[in-house]
């Protein structure tokens, strides 16, 4: 098995990350850190957990080093990180400083939903790593707060989000305003086809790494099926809850972190676990930068024991502690369910996953297990089974073929004639 050292990294980096506990790379980072450090473009497909930050941030850190003890307001920005959410982007932000602890390179990170004016402090005191947001990015660009022009390595970091949150116009226009000749790398756990045009368009002669962490991902979580009538979806939820967990934080056995498509269904399913006495949060686009990292703080000192979520919330969301995972709707791309069920069964613990399927999510569930490649285990025994027929095939009408009031020929012979 290959090491960290075998990699070629710097003994700085080596030190920081030992610190961690880190002894091997993973599969995304044994493949990804030798191509960057040669200067080729990268494509990465790999699902979020299996360390695909260190893989991008590690080599970057290798690649600045020879620059790092340039005085403080000279250093100028020549790694760029584009996150589609604040969450993701302070988190990358905490990794690189971690990574970085034993160099002299600075970080930082700047996003919407908070004042600009200290992030603008942040930048004048000179930067060698810029995690940000599109929107925010391009904001400070347009104020000519920002220079763009000695970007060496630019990271477009969850791609396939970028595209959810109608940021790949930003992208594009970050590409083109940062200078030509540099290094792209560009993360996604999938790959539609906007994504696939967005590398075509903007990735010179790239390296594709494709991991597959179908299997891993799934290695330490249980997982079970439930078919349900949509409108029984909550009462579902309420039963496996009695089992799961307590309705006080303090003595809950159990942190639950519950997926639902949609940000409308997170508030109505909030409101529902609230009547019925739960501890929870939710989280999702709508909510205020301060509201939603009141939410996730709850959650992670156990003030609360669930957290109800929208997929593109959750991204970037480091929870370590989590023994559930719910999927009140299922995902329409299999990929994603790979993501969620992720978020449980790390670091050699075991998790659970439970989902929910009504008629209209048959579909979903044969695309998952077919990149799965295994059946997930029906659990039966509930209370608010699926009919076993599990076709929508409208019945057939019986009764008569004749419209009401009408009499048919044979009726009509029969009839006495008074004349």
């Known amino acids: 098995m290959i090491t960290f050292k075998e990699l070629g990294l710097h003994k700085t980096i080596l030190r920081a990350i030992a610190e961690k506990g880190y002894d091997t790379p993973t599969k995304v980072q044994e493949k990804t850190i030798p191509a960057v ?11 979020t957990g299996t360390g695909k930050t260190a893989a991008f941030a590690l080599p970057i850190i290798q690649l600045l080093l020879k620059n790092q003890n340039a005085a403080k307001k000279q250093k100028i920005i020549r790694a760029l990180v584009l996150s589609p959410t604040r969450e993701l982007a302070e988190q990358i932000q905490q990794d690189f400083k971690v990574y970085a602890n034993y160099t002299n390179l600075r970080t930082t990170a700047v996003y919407g939903g908070t004042a600009i004016e200290p992030q603008i402090d942040r930048l004048r005191k000179g930067v060698d790593v ?10 400070l660009f347009k104020r000519e707060k920002i220079k763009l022009n000695h970007i060496q390595t630019l990271v477009i970091d969850e791609a396939d989000l970028m595209l959810d949150m109608g940021f790949i116009n930003d992208v594009n226009k970050v590409v083109k305003i940062s200078r030509l000749q540099k290094q792209i790398l560009l993360f996604s756990a999938t790959m539609p086809q906007k994504v696939i045009d967005l590398t075509k368009a903007v990735l010179h002669e790239p390296i594709t790494i494709k991991i597959s962490e179908t299997s891993a991902a799934a290695k330490n979580v249980s997982q079970q099926l439930y078919y349900v009538p949509k409108p029984k979806k909550t009462e579902l939820c309420l039963h496996l809850l009695r089992n799961l967990t307590s309705r006080d934080a303090k003595t809950a056995k159990n942190n639950i972190l519950i997926f ?3 940000k409308f269904g997170v508030d109505k399913l909030e409101a529902s676990l609230v009547k019925n006495g739960y501890d929870v949060v939710s989280f999702h686009g709508d909510r205020s930068q301060s509201a939603r990292q009141e939410a996730l703080n709850k959650f992670k000192n156990n003030q609360v024991n669930i957290l109800i979520a929208t997929d593109v919330a959750s991204r970037g969301i480091d929870i370590n502690e989590l023994d559930v995972v719910i999927n009140f709707d299922l995902p329409n791309i299999p990929e994603t369910y790979i993501h969620r069920i992720g978020r449980t069964g790390r670091a050699g613990k075991n998790g659970i996953a439970y989902s929910f399927c009504s008629r209209d999510e048959k579909t979903y569930v044969k695309n998952i297990q077919r990149l799965l490649n295994r059946a997930i285990p029906v659990e039966t025994e509930h209370p608010y089974s699926l009919e076993k027929k599990l076709d929508d095939k409208p019945k057939k009408r019986t009764g008569s073929k004749y419209k009401k009031g009408r009499k048919s020929v044979a009726s009509k012979k029969k009839k006495k004639r008074w004349y």
Do not use: N
């Open 130 to 139: 810029l995690i940000a947001t599109p929107g925010r990015l391009l904001d």
């Open 260 to 262: 639902r498509r949609t």
């Open 37 to 47: 450090l040669e200067g080729f473009d990268v494509i990465s497909s790999a699902q």
